[in-house]
């Protein structure tokens, strides 16, 4: 992970993503059932153990139009109750949004053939849902941001999830592409008001299948996983520093966590390094 112009060695991928079967109260039919050898004997939307399979949809909107056909509908995820990091800073009052490529479109029925249905992590939720004022306050469109930057001020906290082909991904994305992107994203911020007390952290959520000599620490079956890229660009970074601390995707809920005071909401988060010592702060 490279901060400013040093760099952290260190940053394990964290997957983490619950469903509560007897909460949501998901029907058999969707639960996938998996053999003593571990090879799956029916597939489903939902592990045996109450965790949602990574390409599920949520029965919120966006999702594919394709689920909405008869017999599919079942097999949408319902809207989940778990308490989420916008739901913890909501409650003290902490501004922020979710901005995502290709948001607009999606919901007017005209998403882009890269646009990730599943990777609209707040519209699970039934806080987010279709109609809801939380929904209104804090899921946006990635184009948004832009507008509310220039309007300033931004909200405390912002999470940025690009549209498929500006996400680098092996296969149908392009790493320059990507990269220009959130380039362009960073020029925006260091050239506003708002620079000279942000902290932006750009992570990726796998590392792109390369092989590395590092295995990962011992941990539980969430993680710490393969170390995948991590960069934070801040003018409150730390400089000229090798940060050999062991950081994961959650210490990124950490960090927020510990700046606004916040409740963890589990035990992986809680006890995740939460990034201070990449920060020179006051």
Do not use: C
Not at 122 to 145: I, M, P
Not at 216 to 233: F, S
């Amino acid at each position: 992970m490279l901060v400013g112009e040093g760099m952290m060695r260190h940053w394990g991928l964290t997957s983490w993503r619950r469903a509560d079967p007897a909460q949501a109260q998901i029907p058999a039919s969707r639960v996938a059932q998996v053999g003593s050898d571990g090879s799956v004997r029916k597939d489903g939307a939902i592990t045996p153990d109450g965790h949602i399979v990574n390409t599920s949809y949520t029965v919120n909107s966006p999702h594919p139009p394709a689920m909405d056909a008869p017999g599919q509908r079942g097999q949408l995820v319902p809207e989940l109750d778990a308490p989420t990091i916008g739901d913890r800073l909501s409650e003290r009052g902490v501004s922020w949004k979710w901005y995502a490529g290709g948001w607009d479109a999606a919901l007017a029925g005209r998403a882009d053939d890269t646009f990730q249905f599943h990777h609209q992590a707040f519209a699970f939720f039934r806080r987010y849902a279709d109609g809801t004022e939380g929904r209104r306050l804090h899921l946006a469109d990635e184009t948004a941001f832009l507008s509310d930057l220039h309007a300033h001020p931004l909200p405390a906290v912002s999470f940025i999830k690009p549209l498929g082909v500006d996400n680098e991904h092996p296969g149908y994305a392009s790493l320059l592409t990507g990269q220009a992107h959130v380039a362009s994203l960073v020029s925006a911020l260091q050239q506003s008001p708002e620079w000279r007390s942000t902290a932006v952290i750009i992570t990726y959520d796998e590392n792109g299948g390369r092989y590395d000599h590092v295995p990962p620490p011992a941990g539980d079956r969430w993680g710490p996983g393969v170390r995948v890229p991590a960069i934070i660009v801040s003018p409150l970074a730390r400089r000229h520093l090798v940060d050999h601390t062991r950081y994961e995707t959650v210490s990124i809920l950490r960090l927020i966590e510990r700046r606004w005071g916040l409740e963890a909401l589990g035990e992986r988060d809680e006890k995740a390094n939460d990034l201070t010592a990449a920060f020179a702060f006051d």
